[in-house]
Structure formats: C-alpha cells, structure tokens
C-alpha cells in the first residue's frame, strides 16, 4: 500500500509570508507591530523575511474562532478527525521541499536530522489517525443498571473522556518540527478533538508559518470550521507577552508547552492564577542520569564510552533527553571509561546551537561548574569558556565542542548546582566511592525524563536496587543503551518528576498523550438518545465495561496499532 509520503499533497504557498495565520488565513498587520527575523545559526547572518508578532487582536480573534469552531464541530465524527490528520501529514510531506531548506536556515540543524524529524511528525499524526478511529483511548466504562438491588436499585453509569476545548500549544526551540506547530503537543490535541492556537518559536518562525499553511489546508479540506488551527507569530518585544495572554484567553482551556524552566514555570502559574484555571503540560528539562556499574564498564569500557559520546555531542547535545550527568564508582576500568569518553568527545566537531542567547546560557552554566571547587575538565578550554561569557550576546555563529568534566561523590552530594541541567554538549563524571555512593547519588538526582543503566550479569543485585531508586524519579528508565533516540508507541512515556515537568502523570508522545486535553464524564441512566455515539451500545463489541465493579481486561489494554 503506498504511503503519504508517496503520494505527498500539493500545497499552494512555498514562502513564509511573515504574518499570523488566524482561522486560517494570513492577517494583516497592526501599524507599528513589533517585527523580528529569524538568524542563521551557522552565519549569525540575519535572515531576509521580516516577521511581525501576533497583537491582542490577533491572538483574541484567533482564541474566539477556535472556540466557535469547538462547539460548531462537536458532531465531527472520529474518523473525521483522522481524515483531517492524515491530510495534514499529507501536505506537510507535499511541503517538505520548501520547510527542510528553511528550516535548516534558521536553526543549523543538518538536512538528514530535518528529514528524519519531518518523518517522525507526519508518522506521529498517521499514528494518532490509526488511534482514534478505535474508541479504546477514550478509557470507556459501562456500570450496567440493577434495578432490583436491594435496599436501593443501582442506577446505570457510562463514562468516558471528552475534549477540554481549544489547546494552546507552544513551539520548542531544539525541534522545530517534532515539538512545534504540527508536532505531538498539536497533533495529539487535534485528535483528542480539539481546537489549536500555536504559539510560534522566534528561533524557526519561517518554518513554523510554512508548517501552518500546510495545516490550515488540510483543515479546510477536511471540512472543519477554518477556527479549528490558527498560528501567532512571536518575537521582540512581543515574544513572552504572546505566551502570557494566550494562556489567559478565557476561550483557551489547555496548553502544552516544550522549553525552558524558567519559561514553563512561569506560564504554569499564568495558568493556576486564572479565575478559572486550566490544564499546563510543561516539559522543562532534565539531566538524564546514566549509571554505568562495575560488570558493566570493566567489560566494555570502550564501547560505553563511544556511545555516550556520541548521545552527549550529537546536535550540540540540544536535546532534552541529553545524558547531563554520568556516575561511576571508582576502579581502573572506570579511568579507561573516562579517558576514552574524553578522547572521543575531544574528536567531536563543533557544531552551531541553535541561537546566541542559548549558547550564551549553556557558556554560563559550564562556567558556573567549572567554578566549583572539587570540579575538574577533561575535555575543552576553560579560559576560552570565560572568555566567550565575558563578551555580549551577539549574531556570530554559535559553534561549541563537547565539554566534559569530572568529581566526586562527596562534591556531587554538597554542591546543588552540580545537579541542575546543562542544556548543551556537557556532561559531569561523578566518581562515587562505591556501590551505596552511587545509590545515594541516585536518590537526589532531580526528576528527569530518563535515567539510564548499564549492567552485565554481575550487577543484578547493584541494577535491581538502583532500578527501584530510579523509578520514583525518571519516566523512562533505559538499560545498557543511550537515552537519545526516542521510540513513539502505546508503551512510551516522555514526561518524568518536577522539574522535567510539572505533570509525571502524563506523557508528552504516544497515543495516551491524547487523554491530556480531555476529562471524565459520567452519565448516569442518561437516554440512549442523549448519549456519546460511542456509549449507546453496551453490547457493542470492543466497548469496555465495568459489572459490578469489576474491570474487564480489554477496559485496561489498549488495542494493538497496525
């Protein structure tokens, strides 16, 4: 069967315009609004196209049509919704000449990483399509009435998961197509039945608008209100202020959000400080933790060492599942481990970040560590790290070499700041004094998105303790394996502890993304007329159901996907 990318569909603009797409279609902007332009990592060169940032108006006119079109679509069947998906994809594959050159423009980001990128967008929103056109994700129960039970009869409950309302959706930096305008954040929202307001990434805004014609066209084309997609450029003066008043709109009931710390926390308390507060998913960063035990590293010293290399330097370590911090306990296998990790980190080219002003943060941090006592380099230049800190952000070209330091357990336990992400090609060896070391360091590492091991057959005992340790505080634990590289499936979770995120109980990619921009719903000896489609048979085959309190092994297993 041919895929969509066999047979990718047309799009009709090629070229960012430079202004927001509101219901659909391009706006004019306000006289005298704010204007920015993307900059080429690579050259620090400004790029041509200007942008102007989305104003009030925009943003309200967008918030009020994505809620008309929620209640004016609410009849839109599943498979709808998997139509409209499966256009999106279809265009975006259609759009891949025009966003992949741009989009290596404004982010420094190889062709290949891009390419790879944009499949594993359209695969997700393919994926989602699959998902939805089975009614298994929407956790359905059916508590069947008992009219003669005594002393009072049991009344019939039916429940199950509806769409929240319109989603804002923030755009991340490090991947400007897999976490931004059409990425999971977006994707899972529009399958979960709801309207979606993007707040563009100042960094990729050319490609963010290409992305959005490519959506707003499958929109259209699916037969859904023009309301349902809209995108708000952001950037200047403009760029944290969109955020803020997106998340206000009384008409917004969700956001989800990819970025920094500092910018998911404060948006997350934008949205607890509403009259009304709602739903903030917020992905914010992680050190994912990599443990590396005695077996394991007097085997394959070596081989270790050239995988974490390459997961530490690869895209200038600007991802969030970048390993930041490396224990040890202390041997002669482990100074082989980490003379070679240093070799192979020290033949790593330089590679562009993503903008001055996150090569500025990442300069800064390392500094910060390199400062504290106890902490020692083994591979790259602290005076040329001081250096770079001393001079202004500007719009040079932002290359960095992998940076690689070392301490102890005793320091690792003291300094706090050791424990904070690196967003970067960085990393910190902790060398504990022993097994019980490492274990303590295992339990004050901070909430992560992944905490790896490496074990042979000699460290079940050393691997089972830690195991344990690590599952209160990461969400996927990896085991003789890098944590880059991220398998989308019903058994994924990308989320973890605060501050990785501010929700652990929810994941960010995979099919139970969805069920973050929903909520439960009983009803209650409600007329078949009134009820959900999906909950008017309770003899439908495949429906789940709950008798007599007990849950029937098809309501907790999701249906496999094709």
Not at 173 to 197: E, Q
Not at 472 to 478: K, P, Q, S, T
């Amino acid at each position: 069967m041919p895929t969509h990318a066999d047979n990718p569909e047309p799009a009709p603009r090629q070229a960012p315009l430079g202004v927001s797409i509101v219901a659909g279609e391009p706006v004019t902007p306000d006289p005298g609004s704010e204007t920015f332009a993307a900059i080429n990592p690579r050259t620090g060169d400004a790029l041509p196209t200007r942008f102007y940032a989305a104003s009030i108006g925009n943003l309200n006119d967008a918030a009020n049509a994505a809620w008309r079109a929620f209640h004016a679509a609410r009849d839109h069947s599943p498979e709808d919704r998997a139509t409209m998906l499966e256009l999106i994809a279809r265009r975006i594959s259609g759009m891949a000449g025009a966003i992949i050159p741009r989009c290596m423009e404004e982010t420094g980001l190889p062709e290949d990483r891009l390419a790879a990128e944009l499949g594993r967008t359209t695969s997700t929103l393919e994926l989602f399509a699959r998902v939805i056109r089975n009614d298994t994700w929407k956790r359905i129960a059916i508590d069947l009435p008992e009219p003669r039970r005594k002393p009072t009869p049991r009344p019939g409950l039916r429940r199950v998961l509806v769409p929240l309302g319109p989603v804002a959706v923030f755009g991340s930096s490090n991947f400007p197509l897999a976490y931004s305008t059409a990425g999971t954040d977006a994707a899972s929202a529009l399958a979960a039945g709801c309207p979606v307001i993007v707040k563009g990434h100042p960094l990729h805004p050319g490609t963010g608008e290409l992305v959005a014609q490519a959506v707003c066209g499958a929109v259209r084309d699916a037969g859904f209100p023009v309301g349902w997609f809209s995108f708000l450029h952001a950037g200047g003066a403009r760029e944290h202020a969109v955020g803020a008043e997106l998340v206000r709109h009384p008409c917004v009931r969700a956001a989800g959000f990819t970025g920094s710390f500092e910018g998911g926390a404060a948006l997350a308390h934008v949205a607890a400080a509403r009259p009304d507060p709602i739903p903030f998913f917020a992905e914010m960063g992680s050190t994912n933790p990599v443990f590396i035990l005695p077996g394991s590293v007097e085997t394959e010293p070596a081989g270790i060492a050239q995988h974490l290399a390459r997961s530490i330097s690869i895209f200038a370590g600007q991802q969030c599942t970048c390993p930041g911090l490396i224990f040890l306990v202390q041997g002669r296998a482990t100074e082989t481990c980490i003379e070679r990790l240093g070799r192979e980190l020290a033949e790593a080219p330089a590679t562009p970040m993503l903008a001055a002003r996150i090569r500025k943060r990442y300069l800064s941090l390392v500094e910060r560590a390199i400062d504290t006592p106890g902490v020692r380099t083994v591979q790259g230049d602290n005076a040329a790290i001081r250096s770079a800190v001393a001079r202004p952000v500007d719009s040079q070209p932002a290359f960095e070499k992998p940076f690689l330091m070392r301490t102890t357990e005793d320091v690792f336990l003291e300094q706090e700041t050791l424990h904070d992400e690196i967003f970067g090609p960085a990393a910190i060896v902790v060398e504990c004094k022993d097994a019980e070391g490492m274990l303590r360091c295992a339990g004050l590492v901070q909430g992560s998105l992944t905490g790896s091991i490496f074990l042979s057959n000699t460290d079940l005992d050393l691997a089972r303790a830690l195991t344990g340790i690590l599952a209160l505080r990461v969400g996927r634990v990896v085991f003789n394996g890098v944590p880059t590289g991220l398998e989308v499936g019903y058994a994924t979770v990308h989320g973890g502890p605060y501050p990785a995120t501010n929700r652990p109980d929810t994941t960010a990619v995979g099919p139970f993304a969805l069920e973050r921009w929903c909520r439960p719903v009983a009803f209650q000896n409600a007329p078949a007329a009134l009820l959900p489609p999906e909950l008017r048979d309770a003899n439908e085959p495949g429906t789940h159901r709950i008798v007599q309190g007990s849950l029937t092994q098809e309501s907790i297993t999701p249906r496999k996907h094709s």
